[in-house]
Nanobody, 119 residues
Framework: EVQLVESGGDLAQPGGSLRLSCAAS????????MCWVRQAPGKGLEWVSG????????YYTDSVKGRFTISRDNAKATLYLQLNSLQTEDTAMYYC????????????RGQGTQVTVSS
């Protein structure tokens, strides 16, 4: 059974930082591209960032370029998203998802971790 468990979400101030993690199990993590998607209150699902199986080719939506960094540790079957220079518009539930790369078309996703940016 595929399991994706996100953690690291929290309340942060504008300009602050958070690091999200996603522990994966139940499938060969190292051969799959992975991505992060988010859903803000009252809005649809938005693709944020994706990374290929080897971690060498990350992509980002324009609004987070230069602020967020996606990475992965295949030995630990864990996906990460470093969020820097947070803005109130980044407030959302963040999900990691399997089998996606440059879009929000995925095989499965986790339950999410809440990021709230507020002063």
């Amino acid at each position: 059974e595929v399991q994706l468990v996100e953690s690291g979400g929290d309340l942060a101030q504008p300009g602050g930082s958070l690091r999200l993690s996603c522990a994966a199990s139940g499938f060969p993590f190292k051969v799959y591209s992975m991505c992060w998607v988010r859903q803000a209150p009252g809005k649809g699902l938005e693709w944020v960032s994706g990374i290929n199986w080897s971690g060498t080719n990350p992509y980002y939506t324009d609004s987070v370029k230069g602020r967020f960094t996606i990475s992965r540790d295949n030995a630990k079957a864990t996906l990460y998203l470093q969020l820097n220079s947070l803005q109130t518009e980044d407030t959302a539930m963040y999900y990691c998802a399997k089998g996606c790369y440059v879009s929000a078309t995925y095989d499965s996703r986790g339950q999410g971790t809440q990021v709230t940016v507020s002063s």
